[in-house]
């Protein structure tokens, strides 16, 4: 049911266990930021990236409830970034990060990809847990 504007959803995921009452624009900043430096070469540490990738799991779980102008408006956005996030990695169903990490149900497809370039401590991680350079 979309009926909640960004303020309402953002205040309900946060007492769902969020740690704060997040905004669209935030979290849409935050998978902005993620995107980019997988397309670099993400060099932080296996346990960074994991943290890094629920800015999109906030994304997820805001989408049903939100407002329609809201989804609206930012949906072609969240597409073009996911493009650029499918484009900058590899399929490989979850394995080399659910060494490291719980992988999420398969609706969550951004945790069963590994970043193409492998660099710094993820990518040593990744490679550890079987994950070739692309």
């Known amino acids: 049911m979309r009926n909640g504007n960004e303020a309402e959803v953002g205040e309900r995921l946060h007492r769902r266990g969020w740690r704060k009452a997040f905004t669209v624009a935030e979290m849409v900043g935050k998978w902005d930021r993620l995107v980019g430096e997988v397309e670099r070469g993400y060099d932080a540490s296996i346990y960074e990236y994991t943290n890094d990738l629920y800015c999109r799991n906030w994304l997820h779980e805001a989408w049903l409830p939100l407002d329609d102008r809201t989804v609206l408006f930012w949906t072609p956005r969240i597409k073009g970034l996911d493009e650029r996030f499918r484009a900058a990695t ?3 169903d979850g394995l080399a990060l659910g060494r490291f990490h719980r992988v ?12 193409r370039v492998l660099v710094g401590e993820l990518g040593e991680a990744l490679r550890s847990a079987g994950a070739a350079d692309a």
Do not use: F, G, I
Request: aromatic residues 14%; hydrophobic residues 35%.
């Open 90 to 92: 590899v399929h490989d």
């Open 104 to 115: 999420p149900h398969a609706d969550l497809r951004w945790w069963r990809r590994c970043p």
